[in-house]
């Protein structure tokens, strides 16, 4: 079964930057999109970023464009996740899906699994 596990969340100072990362077993990591999505609390699920199988192709939600910025390494199974320049309304639980159908996604019912979620909170 497929097992994505995120780490790499923390309280931080606004300005400060975070590195989260997400690591999948029990499938070919290469063959899936992969994700961040955030939801704060009394708010909506946000999507924040996705990559492509190959990495070529990325996309980033308006909240943090410029700011974040996301990568993956397939040797390692792994997508990350730096966010710079963080803001107080960067705090939510960050969340990372792998998607195995599509290119790249910016819909959260279009991915397959997800991760438990890792806290951020940044403060002013």
């Known amino acids: 079964q497929v097992q994505l596990v995120e780490s790499g969340g923390g309280s931080v100072q606004a300005g400060a930057s975070l590195r989260l990362s997400c690591v999948m077993s029990?499938?070919?990591?290469?063959?899936?999109?992969m994700g961040w999505f955030r939801r704060a609390p009394g708010k909506d699920r946000e999507f924040v970023a996705t990559?492509?199988?190959?990495?070529?192709?990325?996309y980033y939600g308006d909240s943090v464009k410029d700011r974040f910025t996301i990568s993956r390494d397939n040797a390692q199974s792994t997508v990350y996740l730096q966010m710079n320049n963080l803001k107080p309304e960067d705090t939510a639980v960050y969340y990372c899906?792998?998607?195995?159908?599509?290119?790249?996604?910016?819909?959260?019912?279009?991915?397959?699994?997800w991760g438990q979620g890792t806290q951020v909170t940044v403060s002013s």
């Open positions: 899906g792998a998607d195995l159908s599509h290119s790249t996604s910016q819909t959260y019912e279009t991915y397959d699994y």
């Open positions: 029990g499938r070919t990591f290469s063959s899936y999109v």
């Open positions: 990559i492509s199988r190959s990495g070529g192709i990325t």
